[in-house]
């Protein structure tokens, strides 16, 4: 809780936008968080019978198929930070008849389970969460403590940005705080620009045999209104927030107009998104004794 006239801190910040986005999140007819989602499972390829976490699930993207993928004889937690977002996931797990998947509400840096055992894990996966995170350094390293010897963690994150769209995102620059420049979290430098920095960030928390796939995702538009509708359904609503509210329409008609010189005839227009995912292991098999330090 903060001071009366205090700013929130970051993480509620961050809480207060997912909130918000809850209801349009993934909604607007766009197809992104459900391939990206599906293909972290893939790669971290759950087994039936398995324990499994998704840090900072959403409305389900990863959880929904890795909880199929380890079946009524497994257990998969899904956790974030978003109270709203958990309400979301819980109904689209029930409408997609996938019982005793438990939901927690806790912050991904540093998660608190209360009475939700999340121990000895065969899985942990977190689908474009890290990046958001103050200390993705420590948080992965604290997911470790989660994993049993041998067990598998996945991230996916984004790789190489499409060209023909960073002159869309020129458009917010001048309005952006340091946190949302910072080269580390739009993958300019960093862990976040290559598979070999990926590698040294999960190397140093302890973690082994890492490798990185990537997905070419195809993103289509209907047209550039489609978009504006999706970048505020999504954490890019923050970048317009960003913006002072009267300047907000030229920069919207500055942004759709970008896009519309990239449209094909009919007006739709798409991109491809790299996306990354890295797999590492913790050491040591089954049933040996893990240190964690």
Not at 3 to 10: I, L, N, Q, T
Not at 138 to 162: I, K
């Amino acid at each position: 809780m903060t001071s009366e006239g205090a700013a929130p801190s970051p993480t509620r910040r961050v809480a207060d936008l997912f909130d918000a986005l809850s209801d349009t999140y993934d909604q607007v007819g766009v197809d992104f968080f459900g391939p990206i989602g599906s293909g972290l499972v893939q790669a971290v390829a759950p087994q039936p019978g398995e324990r499994a976490l998704d840090l900072g699930c959403g409305r389900g993207a990863a959880l929904l198929p890795l909880a199929r993928a380890v079946g009524t004889a497994g257990h998969v937690v899904g956790a974030d930070l978003s109270a709203r977002m958990v309400q979301q996931c819980r109904s689209e797990l029930a409408a997609a008849g996938l019982q005793d998947v438990e939901l927690v509400v806790t912050d991904a840096q540093d998660p608190v389970w209360g009475d939700t055992d999340v121990t000895g894990l065969d899985v942990v996966v977190s689908s474009l969460v890290l990046f958001f995170l103050p200390d993705p350094a420590a948080a992965v390293a604290r997911w470790a403590r989660l994993l049993r010897p041998g067990g598998r963690l996945g991230l996916a994150t984004f790789g190489s940005p499409d060209l023909a769209w960073a002159r869309v995102d020129e458009v917010f620059r001048p309005f952006l705080p340091p946190g949302m420049l910072d080269a580390r979290t739009s993958g300019a430098s960093g862990p976040f620009a290559s598979d070999g920095g990926m590698e040294d960030l999960l190397t140093a928390a302890g973690y082994e045999q890492t490798t990185a796939t990537h997905l070419s995702l195809a993103v289509e538009f209907a047209d550039a209104e489609q978009w504006y509708r999706f970048s505020m359904s999504v954490g890019q609503r923050a970048m317009w927030l960003a913006v002072p509210p009267e300047q907000r329409e030229s920069v919207k008609r500055d942004a759709l107009n970008r896009l519309r010189e990239t449209a094909r005839a009919d007006g739709s227009l798409g991109f491809v998104q790299d996306v990354r995912y890295t797999v590492a292991r913790w050491p040591g098999v089954a049933g040996s004794e893990r240190v964690t330090g």
